[in-house]
């Protein structure tokens, strides 16, 4: 199987900070990568899909890029409702696999 | 609006078994693969299983040989059978659309179930 390792695995800004998340995969997955924010009681939320295509709805400051086996999420200017957990998620194949996910906190 | 709804978990005893189910609305059902993810209490997301529109399943090393996935495209409905649960099966787990172009998958996910938390305890 694929595996995603995410770094880091917890991270702490402030709001209007810039931050990025890399997603580094065991393999070439050309650009078969998925972005998702889960905060607790909540379904996941799909952010960016195809490496770097935003879902509808979702705002600018997140965007993502990478193609290949390194790949980012960046949140361009934190917002107080972006501190969440965050995980990518490989369909090159199956088995589909998520990285270990990221914990956003507040400083 | 497209959405999905999941059943009720439950409780159950290690060794025993629960169906869940997710019923899908606002799209065409039979056009998408469709999948299980679960998280574990602390834990992150773990992909469980899908099922391509036209039938072929996929499963996870974890649950392979003790849970199978089904679909019924006339009623919309997504289904999970779980049996010889174990204990570290206690999870809450989500249904999802798989977005991919076609209805082979694999894609990503949107939207998805509410979740529904089967605990698995003596």
Redesign the interface.
């Given at each position: 199987?694929i595996q995603l390792t995410q770094s880091p695995s917890s991270l702490s800004a402030s709001v209007r900070d810039r931050v990025t998340i890399t997603c580094r995969a065991s393999q070439n997955i050309f650009s078969?990568l998925?972005w998702?924010q889960?905060k607790p009681g909540n379904?996941?939320?799909?952010l960016i899909?195809?490496a770097s295509t935003l879902?509808r709805g979702v705002p600018s400051r997140f965007s993502g890029s990478g193609s290949g086996t390194d790949f980012t999420l960046t949140i361009s200017s934190l917002q107080p409702e972006d501190f969440a957990?965050y995980?990518c998620?490989q369909?090159?194949?199956?088995?589909?696999?998520?990285?270990?996910?990221t914990r956003l906190e507040i400083k | 609006e497209v959405q999905l709804v999941e059943s009720r978990g439950g409780l159950v005893q290690p060794g025993g078994s629960l169906r869940l189910s997710c019923e899908a609305s606002g799209f065409t059902f039979r056009d998408h693969a469709m999948?299980w993810?679960r998280?574990a209490p602390g834990k992150?997301?773990?992909?469980v299983s899908?099922i391509s529109g036209g039938g072929t399943t996929?499963?996870?090393?974890s649950v392979q040989g003790r849970f199978t996935v089904s679909r019924d495209n006339f009623r919309n409905t997504l289904y999970l059978q779980m049996d010889s649960l174990r204990v570290g099966d206690t999870a809450v787990y989500?249904c999802?659309r798989d977005?991919?172009y076609d209805s082979s998958?694999?894609?990503?996910?949107?939207?998805?179930?509410?979740?529904a938390l089967v605990t698995v305890s003596s």
């Open positions: 199987a078969a998925a998702y889960l379904a996941p939320k799909l899909f195809d879902q957990t995980y998620q369909f090159n194949s199956y088995p589909q696999t998520f990285g270990q996910g | 999948t993810v998280q992150g997301l773990e992909w899908a996929y499963y996870a090393d989500y999802a977005c991919y998958g694999p894609g990503w996910f949107d939207p998805w179930g509410q979740g």
